[in-house]
Nanobody, 116 residues
Framework: QVQLQESGGGLVQAGGSLRLSCAAS????????MGWFRQAPGKEREFVAA????????NYADSVKGRFTISRDNAQDTLYLQMINLKPEDTAVYYC?????????WGQGTQVTVSS
């Protein structure tokens, strides 16, 4: 059973930085696609970034390209999202996701609030 636990959210001023972490367990298959999604109040959950657990190139939503970086540390079983130059519109609950075929797992989310 895959379990995901996010941390690192908080309140930051516009232009600031945060690094989110997602501690993963149960990832027995390196072909998992690991991703970050976010959901702002009153909006649908949206894709932010993704990378395969085995490595390779990452994909980003256009709104975060050049500001966010997704990475993983297989030795620590941790997925990261480094966020710089944060904007008020980045305010949302950020979720870690692991997908393998039809299997999909979510963390409980971590709140990121960017003040103007």
């Amino acid at each position: 059973q895959v379990q995901l636990q996010e941390s690192g959210g908080g309140l930051v001023q516009a232009g600031g930085s945060l690094r989110l972490s997602c501690a993963a367990s149960g990832l027995s298959n390196s072909n998992y696609l690991m991703g970050w999604f976010r959901q702002a109040p009153g909006k649908e959950r949206e894709f932010v970034a993704a990378i395969y657990w085995s490595g390779g190139s990452a994909n980003y939503a256009d709104s975060v390209k050049g500001r966010f970086t997704i990475s993983r540390d297989n030795a620590q079983d941790t997925l990261y999202l480094q966020m710089i130059n944060l904007k008020p519109e980045d305010t949302a609950v950020y979720y870690c996701n692991a997908q393998l075929g039809r299997l999909r797992y979510w963390g409980q989310g971590t709140q990121v609030t960017v003040s103007s």
